[in-house]
């Protein structure tokens, strides 16, 4: 029991295996890892260089910055230094990296100093620890260095500790993931010892640097976090080394984090919070956002769109939901997600709106999220901004021109009331008042609702309550109606304006979710490339109203320029090198991202299961919404799919055309090796007997016509073979002329003396057979082939009839024989290449009916084999074809 319980999983196996087999293709990373600056990062990464160096490891420097140290400097002496690339930025040369001659140079390790590096404008990539990937993914080492204060999850961390704001930062992911990391470790003490010796920066910057960053108690906390970091991988390895071999231990279920986030800056320290969070504890970490009817203006929509960047930057799993109940969509996520922690941040704006919500959502969130933790984080803040985050304004996105239309309306319809008043009575106006604001809330914002109710409650309190022309209110029943009269418009404008909202998102949803649908439609009933194009351009012009043009793979896997009906815009030669950067390492590049930004178009991969067939580039003016972005990679997932399958039918296509052609050749080789060998064998026999033995001339002859027959046999079988050449390639083109049809057959009948002897052949003419306009050569080759094959299974002394007839502009041909006749099968058969029926004659190719019906079909016409009621086959030959407007007799 105990062995089969410790019996591996086959699919664990094989993912472990996968992994493995993935990991050996690329390069391995070594970090040098420090608490900050000057603590010898670069200095030990030469030295370990160094070490391969003498152990034979081709080692070249791509890029190291000495600081003008000078035991740095002696180091770096020695090794091959790719030359740095130059960029002009704002009048200024800025050198960088050249990725592209380290990856042509292709050593055993590269060296890349500070990883964290911002690249100047221009380069590929924006960050260049992007350059680094790009130089694993091409299976080379490389030795790098970085800080802790770099990590980004660690940079708000460093923020506070330092006072510093971290502008520099790399994702956790490239840090979880490096094959090794090798601390460098100095007590705070030494590096303040080197500071002050000018070992680290300048005299001047080193006293300016120890009484700002590096300040004895911040080394400290840097180091105790770098430590840390370290000491958490170690135990992930171990972890993660006793799963790959199996090895049982005491683990419980594991924990499992779902960090909120909003639309705020105090989400993007939530997330690196909970990353640290999820480190420490050990669990595994998502985020979700729930979208509400709430509409985000277009700075929450940029800060949105940057914690979903960061999140995915700290390797975090990030989901939408969609519910106007926030506590609900939470809670139900996490239940479904199996998820243990819950982490949110703490409320800190107050306004009108969340004064009319029902309940508090910290509270909410704890009394149904049952046994499910939940942890709030606070924020600091600053002094000047506790007042601004404590209260404040309802966040509205309506203009002006909204708030003027309403104010309009209102003051129009009260206008109205005012001249009737003494006819329907002041209390009539609040209820004309109160459905002109319920009606302007399907058409306006919140703000503007508000506006409206609170005016109608003034105007109607002013001039219609009694006493008129104040704002006093004599009745309590009047004051009371007034207040529910606002109360009433506001919250029946606010929940319409709501609802409103809703709808529209949901139509949104449904507009795409149909979107998605009609091209999946278009795209199953699609055949070939071509069409594929069509439809997927057509549908990003509907429904994103964007320009592309569609870049596809050929046979050598390589994207091809596409042609001019393909294109909205064309591609020049450096923007063709950022398609193809995408289509090799299947990432999206160019405009608005991080990858050759400078670029005047976004690319993206069209990355299927299996393969990626392709780019897709775009005129992107502006940046996706996040809806957006998922609908774009929903709608380019089908694309993909679509032209993947494509690009497999033709695949499988082609495999079954060289399965069928091999066949064919083998086929070929056969009969044709077999059809060679007999009259060869005769020609040479024959010839080999006349040149050695005198023979009488009775002999002679006879040897003489032996070799006639066999070069006849060796003619016709290479006649066969070229017309069968010339109807596969599609060259076969009937040159039409006037005929005699008794030319044609007596032809025939001449070229087929020596076969026709033992047979009793009857020709069937009518008297007023016309010309006929057919290709004399081709129709010769017919007629000749049928009456040959005749010849070779009719017996011997039977009669053989050809008959010609033309009637209704249709000439039509019959050769009859009385042989043995087809089976069933064999007549749906008769006519393929190489087909010979059972019981045949040796010799022969099987070639000659099939060249028949080619070169019948050349004409339009048809052929057909039936069997005859007495006994034999029945060949019918109609070919459409016209006469002369005068008749010639034949």
Same mark, same amino acid.
């Given at each position: 029991?105990?062995f089969?319980?410790?019996?591996?999983?086959?699919?664990?196996?094989?993912?472990s295996?996968? !992994?493995?087999?993935?990991?050996?293709?690329?390069?391995? !990373?070594?970090?040098?890892?420090?608490?900050?600056?000057?603590?010898?990062?670069?200095y030990?990464?030469?030295q370990?260089?160094?070490?391969?160096?003498?152990?034979?490891?081709?080692?070249?420097?791509?890029?190291?910055?000495?600081?003008?140290?000078?035991?740095?400097?002696?180091?770096?002496?020695?090794?091959e230094?790719?030359?740095?690339?130059?960029?002009?930025?704002?009048?200024?040369?800025?050198?960088?990296?050249?990725?592209?001659?380290i990856?042509?140079?292709?050593?055993?390790?590269?060296?890349?100093?500070?990883?964290a590096?911002?690249?100047?404008?221009?380069?590929?990539?924006?960050?260049?620890?992007?350059?680094?990937q790009?130089? @694993?993914?091409?299976?080379?080492?490389?030795?790098?260095?970085?800080?802790?204060?770099?990590?980004?999850?660690?940079?708000?961390?460093v923020?506070?500790?330092?006072?510093?704001?971290?502008?520099?930062?790399?994702?956790?992911?490239i840090?979880?993931?490096?094959?090794?990391?090798?601390?460098?470790?100095?007590?705070?003490?030494?590096?303040?010892?080197?500071?002050?010796?000018?070992?680290?920066?300048?005299?001047?910057?080193?006293?300016?640097?120890?009484?700002?960053?590096?300040?004895?108690?911040?080394?400290?906390?840097?180091?105790?976090?770098? @430590?840390?970091?370290?000491?958490?991988?170690?135990?992930?390895?171990?972890?993660?080394?006793?799963?790959?071999?199996?090895i049982?231990?005491?683990?419980?279920?594991?924990?499992?984090?779902?960090?909120?986030?909003?639309?705020?800056?105090?989400?993007?320290?939530?997330?690196?919070?909970?990353?640290?969070?999820?480190?420490?504890?050990?669990?595994?970490?998502? *985020?979700?956002y729930v979208?509400?009817?709430?509409?985000?203006?277009s700075?929450?929509?940029?800060? @949105?769109?940057?914690?979903?960047?960061?999140?995915?930057?700290?390797?975090?799993?990030?989901?939408?939901?969609?519910?106007?109940?926030?506590?609900?969509?939470?809670?139900?996520?996490?239940?479904?997600?199996?998820?243990?922690h819950?982490?949110?941040?703490? #409320?800190?704006?107050?306004?009108l709106?969340?004064?009319?919500?029902?309940?508090?959502?910290?509270?909410?969130?704890?009394?149904?999220?049952?046994?499910?933790?939940?942890?709030?984080?606070?924020?600091?803040?600053?002094?000047?901004?506790?007042?601004?985050?404590?209260?404040?304004?309802?966040?509205?996105t309506?203009?002006?021109?909204?708030?003027l239309?309403?104010?309009?309306?209102?003051?129009?319809t009260?206008i109205?009331?005012?001249?009737?008043?003494?006819?329907?009575?002041?209390?009539?106006?609040s209820?004309?008042?109160?459905?002109?604001?319920?009606i302007l809330?399907?058409?306006?914002?919140?703000?503007?609702?508000?506006?409206?109710?609170?005016?109608s *409650?003034?105007?109607?309190?002013?001039?219609?309550?009694? #006493?008129?022309?104040?704002?006093h209110?004599?009745? #309590?029943?009047?004051?009371l109606?007034?207040?529910?009269?606002?109360?009433?418009?506001?919250?029946?404008?606010?929940?319409?304006?709501?609802?409103?909202?809703?709808?529209?998102?949901?139509?949104?949803?449904?507009?795409?979710?149909?979107?998605?649908?009609?091209?999946?439609?278009?795209?199953?009933?699609?055949?070939?490339?071509?069409?594929?194009?069509?439809?997927?351009?057509?549908?990003?012009?509907?429904?994103?109203?964007?320009?592309?043009?569609?870049?596809?793979?050929?046979?050598?896997?390589?994207?091809?320029?596409?042609?001019?009906?393909?294109?909205?815009?064309?591609?020049?030669?450096n923007?063709?090198?950022?398609?193809?950067?995408t289509?090799?390492?299947?990432?999206?590049?160019g405009?608005?991202?991080?990858?050759?930004?400078?670029?005047?178009?976004?690319f993206?991969?069209?990355?299927?299961?299996?393969?990626?067939?392709?780019?897709? *580039?775009?005129?992107?003016?502006?940046?996706?919404?996040?809806?957006?972005?998922?609908?774009?990679?929903?709608?380019?997932?089908?694309?993909?799919?679509?032209?993947?399958?494509?690009?497999?039918?033709?695949?499988?296509?082609?495999?079954? !055309?060289?399965?069928?052609?091999?066949?064919?050749?083998?086929?070929?080789? /056969?009969?044709?090796?077999?059809e060679?060998?007999?009259?060869?064998? &005769?020609?040479?026999? *024959?010839?080999?007997?006349?040149?050695?033995?005198q023979?009488?001339?009775?002999i002679?002859?006879?040897?003489?016509n032996?070799?006639?027959?066999?070069?006849k046999?060796? /003619?016709?079988?290479?006649?066969?073979?070229?017309?069968?050449?010339?109807?596969?390639?599609?060259?076969?083109?009937?040159?039409?002329?006037?005929?005699?049809?008794?030319?044609?057959?007596?032809?025939?009948?001449?070229?087929?003396?020596?076969?026709?002897?033992?047979?009793?052949?009857?020709?069937?003419?009518?008297?007023?057979?016309?010309?006929?306009?057919?290709?004399?050569?081709?129709?010769?080759?017919?007629?000749?082939?049928?009456?040959?094959?005749?010849?070779q299974?009719?017996?011997?002394?039977?009669?053989?009839?050809v008959?010609?007839?033309?009637?209704?502009?249709?000439?039509?041909?019959?050769?009859?024989?009385?042989? #043995?006749?087809?089976?069933?099968?064999?007549?749906?058969?008769?006519?393929?290449?190489?087909?010979?029926v059972?019981?045949?004659?040796?010799?022969?190719?099987?070639?000659?009916?099939?060249?028949?019906?080619?070169?019948?079909?050349?004409?339009?016409? &048809?052929?057909t084999?039936?069997?005859?009621?007495?006994?034999?086959?029945?060949?019918?030959?109609?070919?459409?074809?016209?006469?002369?407007?005068?008749?010639?007799?034949?």
């Amino acid at each position: 029991m105990d062995f089969a319980d410790n019996r591996p999983d086959p699919d664990e196996l094989l993912a472990s295996l996968k !992994l493995e087999e993935e990991k050996s293709k690329r390069g391995k !990373l070594k970090i040098f890892f420090g608490m900050c600056a000057g603590v010898g990062k670069t200095y030990s990464m030469l030295q370990t260089a160094r070490a391969e160096k003498t152990k034979g490891c081709d080692i070249i420097i791509g890029y190291i910055e000495t600081h003008n140290r000078k035991e740095t400097a002696e180091l770096a002496e020695g090794f091959e230094l790719i030359p740095r690339k130059s960029y002009q930025y704002k009048s200024t040369t800025v050198y960088e990296m050249d990725l592209d001659a380290i990856i042509a140079r292709k050593p055993q390790i590269v060296l890349v100093d500070e990883l964290a590096h911002t690249n100047a404008y221009g380069s590929r990539h924006a960050k260049r620890f992007q350059d680094v990937q790009d130089i @694993l993914d091409n299976g080379i080492d490389v030795y790098t260095t970085v800080n802790v204060q770099h990590l980004e999850s660690r940079s708000d961390t460093v923020s506070q500790i330092t006072g510093i704001i971290v502008r520099e930062t790399v994702p956790d992911e490239i840090f979880e993931n490096a094959d090794e990391i090798e601390v460098i470790d100095l007590t705070p003490d030494e590096l303040l010892q080197r500071l002050s010796e000018g070992k680290v920066y300048t005299p001047e910057r080193s006293k300016e640097a120890i009484e700002s960053f590096f300040r004895k108690g911040n080394i400290t906390a840097l180091r105790e976090m770098a @430590l840390r970091i370290v000491a958490d991988r170690v135990d992930r390895q171990l972890h993660e080394y006793m799963q790959l071999k199996r090895i049982r231990g005491p683990w419980k279920s594991g924990m499992h984090l779902l960090v909120a986030v909003s639309h705020t800056q105090q989400s993007a320290r939530l997330l690196r919070w909970a990353k640290n969070l999820s480190y420490t504890m050990g669990a595994d970490l998502q *985020a979700v956002y729930v979208e509400t009817s709430y509409k985000l203006d277009s700075g929450e929509s940029e800060q @949105l769109n940057k914690n979903i960047a960061l999140a995915r930057q700290l390797g975090i799993k990030f989901r939408f939901v969609t519910n106007s109940d926030m506590v609900k969509a939470i809670v139900d996520f996490a239940q479904k997600e199996n998820i243990t922690h819950i982490v949110i941040g703490k #409320p800190r704006v107050r306004n009108l709106l969340t004064l009319l919500r029902l309940g508090n959502f910290v509270n909410k969130l704890i009394r149904y999220s049952g046994n499910i933790d939940v942890y709030i984080l606070g924020s600091d803040i600053q002094l000047k901004d506790k007042f601004k985050e404590k209260v404040s304004l309802p966040s509205f996105t309506s203009n002006v021109r909204q708030y003027l239309i309403v104010s309009f309306i209102v003051i129009v319809t009260s206008i109205i009331c005012f001249f009737i008043k003494d006819f329907i009575g002041y209390q009539v106006v609040s209820f004309a008042l109160l459905f002109i604001v319920s009606i302007l809330a399907f058409f306006f914002g919140t703000g503007p609702i508000l506006l409206s109710a609170t005016l109608s *409650a003034l105007i109607w309190d002013f001039f219609f309550i009694p #006493p008129p022309f104040t704002l006093h209110v004599d009745k #309590p029943e009047d004051m009371l109606m007034l207040i529910m009269f606002f109360i009433i418009a506001l919250l029946s404008g606010v929940l319409t304006s709501r609802i409103k909202r809703q709808e529209m998102k949901i139509r949104i949803r449904e507009e795409r979710t149909n979107a998605l649908y009609q091209l999946t439609r278009e795209l199953s009933t699609a055949t070939g490339i071509g069409e594929v194009i069509s439809i997927a351009k057509n549908g990003i012009k509907k429904y994103f109203n964007l320009n592309c043009t569609i870049l596809l793979k050929n046979d050598t896997n390589q994207l091809e320029y596409p042609d001019q009906k393909n294109t909205d815009f064309t591609i020049s030669k450096n923007e063709m090198s950022v398609a193809e950067w995408t289509f090799h390492h299947s990432a999206k590049a160019g405009k608005h991202t991080d990858t050759l930004p400078a670029s005047k178009y976004t690319f993206y991969p069209l990355k299927g299961n299996q393969m990626n067939s392709g780019v897709i *580039a775009i005129q992107q003016e502006t940046v996706f919404t996040q809806g957006e972005e998922q609908f774009w990679e929903a709608f380019i997932s089908q694309i993909s799919g679509k032209f993947e399958r494509e690009y497999l039918r033709n695949m499988a296509k082609q495999a079954f !055309l060289l399965n069928e052609s091999d066949k064919l050749y083998k086929t070929l080789f /056969n009969s044709i090796s077999h059809e060679l060998r007999i009259p060869v064998a &005769t020609i040479m026999g *024959a010839s080999d007997s006349l040149l050695t033995i005198q023979h009488t001339d009775e002999i002679r002859k006879e040897l003489s016509n032996e070799i006639f027959k066999a070069s006849k046999r060796l /003619n016709r079988l290479i006649e066969n073979l070229l017309n069968m050449s010339r109807l596969e390639s599609g060259h076969i083109t009937p040159r039409l002329d006037w005929c005699d049809i008794h030319d044609l057959i007596n032809k025939v009948v001449e070229s087929l003396q020596e076969e026709l002897k033992p047979f009793s052949l009857h020709v069937v003419i009518p008297e007023d057979m016309p010309f006929v306009k057919i290709d004399f050569g081709l129709m010769e080759q017919v007629l000749y082939n049928l009456i040959y094959n005749a010849t070779q299974y009719a017996s011997a002394s039977t009669n053989l009839r050809v008959k010609a007839f033309w009637d209704n502009e249709i000439l039509t041909l019959q050769v009859m024989d009385r042989g #043995p006749g087809f089976s069933p099968k064999e007549i749906s058969l008769i006519f393929n290449k190489f087909y010979r029926v059972e019981g045949s004659k040796a010799g022969g190719t099987g070639l000659g009916l099939s060249i028949a019906k080619g070169f019948t079909e050349a004409h339009k016409g &048809t052929i057909t084999v039936e069997n005859r009621q007495n006994g034999g086959a029945k060949f019918t030959i109609k070919i459409p074809t016209e006469i002369p407007h005068t008749e010639i007799k034949g």
